[in-house]
């Protein structure tokens, strides 16, 4: 089935750092998502791609749909404590756009 | 507007119990979920709605009752369950057929004692 991995699985990191992240699937997606999930919280949407090769960004953060359709990477510059949280991608399945494949997530800590 | 909201945000109850959680948005969306969330994993999907009418059931125990009285409201009756149901509820919505991009409530942490 489908599955999405992303990596690194944890991170520590200084202030002020930059971060990189990615998510890689063994088959193609033609949406990428970034979600954001605070300690018992709910997700939180950062940004949608609908195109391969497209960058966006939103504020510190950037992330690209990369150019095959199997992978995608999610950018932090400056990190700042706030941005600590696990960041999870996700894309639609196949068996139709109501379902999501999510991602392994990635959690970030920063320290101060 | 980008909200969803959820109560109540804590729930500790008996396995004989009989609670219910809610869900509601007002962002015109027609299609609702819920998920479960267990530490450190990523949401699963439970049940979607669309256009209030049951579009998907992952298979989840019956136990687990859901209600979509209108096009805002959610509600995920709750009946009989077990230790093993304690997570991390969370609905979400998204627009019908035009977007993917669903927006998650801040959930309801559930303890089943």
């Known amino acids: 089935g489908q599955q999405l991995n992303q990596s690194p699985q944890s991170m520590f990191i200084q202030e002020g750092e930059d971060v990189s992240m990615n998510c890689t699937s063994s088959?193609?997606?033609?949406?990428w998502l970034w979600y954001k999930q605070d300690p018992g919280e709910g997700p939180v949407l950062l940004i949608a791609?609908?195109?391969?090769?497209e960058l966006t960004s939103n504020g510190r953060l950037t992330a690209q749909f990369g150019i095959t359709r199997k992978d995608s990477f999610l950018n932090i510059s400056a990190s700042i404590p706030s941005d600590v949280g696990i960041y999870f991608c996700?894309?639609?399945?196949?068996?139709?756009?109501?379902?999501?494949?999510f991602g392994t997530g990635t959690r970030l800590k920063v320290l101060a | 507007d980008t909200e969803v909201t959820q109560t109540p945000k804590h729930l500790v109850m008996g396995m004989t119990n009989k609670k219910s959680l809610k869900c509601e948005q007002h962002m015109g969306h027609r299609a609702m979920y819920w998920y479960k969330q267990k530490a450190k994993k990523p949401p699963e999907l439970m049940f979607v709605y669309s256009y209030e009418k049951l579009s998907i059931n992952e298979s989840v125990p019956s136990r687990f009752s859901p209600e979509c009285p209108n096009s805002s409201l959610l509600n995920l009756h709750l009946h009989a369950l077990q230790p093993e149901d304690s997570a991390l509820y969370l609905c979400?919505?998204?627009?019908?057929?035009?977007?993917?991009?669903?927006?998650f409530g801040p959930g309801t942490r559930l303890t089943v004692t």
């Open positions: 791609l609908y195109k391969a090769g």
């Open positions: 996700a894309g639609p399945s196949t068996s139709g756009t109501y379902k999501y494949i």
């Open positions: 088959s193609i997606f033609n949406t």
């Open positions: 979400a919505s998204s627009q019908e057929g035009t977007s993917v991009e669903q927006y």
